[in-house]
C-alpha cells in the first residue's frame, strides 16, 4: 500500500542550484499536483497534470518546471533555488478531476 | 474571491470534551467538500467527500455535515490521538485545484 512516494524526504541546497523532486504514484490515477506549504499560507497549488505527457501551471507555478513522462511518476524541477523556495513539497494524485486527491508526505527543502 | 475559511485556528481539548470546528466557502455550485488530518511532518490524509446540504459521514469520533455555505466536523469524546491539524478543502468550478483552509490545529489532552 504505497500510495504516493515522493523522494527525497529532506534536502540543503544552496542559491542558484538546481534540482529535482520525484513523486510516484501506484493507485494508476490520471491526475497528479504539486504542492507546497508553508506556515500560515496553506498549501499552494504549484503544478498539476490531467495525464500523462501534459503539465498545466496552478498558483504559484514562477521558478518551477514540472514534467509527467509516464503516468505515474510526476516530477518537479527547481532550475535556480532561491531561498523564498525553502519550503514543504507535496505532491498528490486523484482519480478523477476535482476528485479526493492522496497526498505523499513531503519533501523538506531548505535553500541557503 | 472565492474563499475557504476555518475556525477556530486552535483548539486545546481535554480528553472526553467534545468539540466542532467550522469550514466556511463562499464558492456556488459547490461540487463537493473535502476533510483531511495532516499529522507532524506527514502529508493530508483524506477523510471524508460531502456533495450535498444535509450530508452527513463518520469515521469513529469524527463526523462531518455540511450546508449550503459552512462544513463542520464534530469531534465527539476525543481521544489524544485525535491530536492533528484537520484541513478542509473546494474545488472551484474553473480550476483544478482544491482550494485549502488554513487548517484548525487541534490538541487533546489526556
Known amino acids: 500500500n504505497a500510495g504516493v512516494t515522493q523522494t527525497p524526504k529532506f534536502r540543503v541546497l544552496k542559491t542558484g542550484q538546481s534540482m529535482t523532486l520525484l513523486c510516484a504514484q501506484d493507485m494508476n490515477h490520471e491526475y497528479m499536483y504539486w504542492y507546497r506549504q508553508d506556515p500560515g499560507m496553506g498549501l499552494r497549488l504549484i503544478h498539476y497534470s490531467v495525464g500523462e505527457g501534459t503539465t498545466a501551471k496552478g498558483e504559484v507555478p514562477d521558478g518551477y518546471n514540472v514534467s509527467r513522462l509516464k503516468k505515474q511518476n510526476f516530477l518537479l524541477g527547481l532550475e535556480s533555488a532561491a531561498p523564498s523556495q525553502t519550503s514543504v513539497y507535496f505532491c498528490?494524485?486523484?482519480?478523477?478531476?476535482?476528485?479526493?486527491?492522496?497526498f505523499g508526505d513531503g519533501t523538506r527543502l531548505s535553500i541557503l | 474571491e472565492d474563499q475557504v475559511t476555518q475556525s477556530p485556528e486552535a483548539l486545546r481539548l481535554q480528553e472526553g470534551e467534545s468539540s466542532s470546528l467550522n469550514c466556511s466557502y463562499t464558492?456556488?455550485?459547490?461540487?463537493?467538500l473535502f476533510w483531511y488530518r495532516q499529522d507532524p511532518g506527514k502529508g493530508p490524509e483524506f477523510l471524508f467527500t460531502?456533495?450535498?446540504a444535509g450530508e452527513e459521514k463518520e469515521k469513529e469520533r469524527l463526523k462531518a455535515t455540511l450546508t449550503k455555505k459552512e462544513s463542520f466536523l464534530h469531534i465527539t469524546a476525543p481521544k489524544p490521538e485525535d491530536s492533528a491539524t484537520y484541513l478542509c478543502?473546494?474545488?472551484?468550478?474553473?480550476?483544478?485545484?482544491?482550494?485549502f483552509g488554513a487548517g484548525t490545529t487541534v490538541t487533546v489532552r489526556a
Open positions: 464558492v456556488s455550485g459547490l461540487r463537493g
Open positions: 478543502a473546494v474545488p472551484f468550478p474553473n480550476d483544478y485545484k482544491l482550494s
Open positions: 460531502l456533495y450535498s
Open positions: 498528490a494524485s486523484s482519480y478523477r478531476d476535482r476528485g479526493a486527491q492522496h
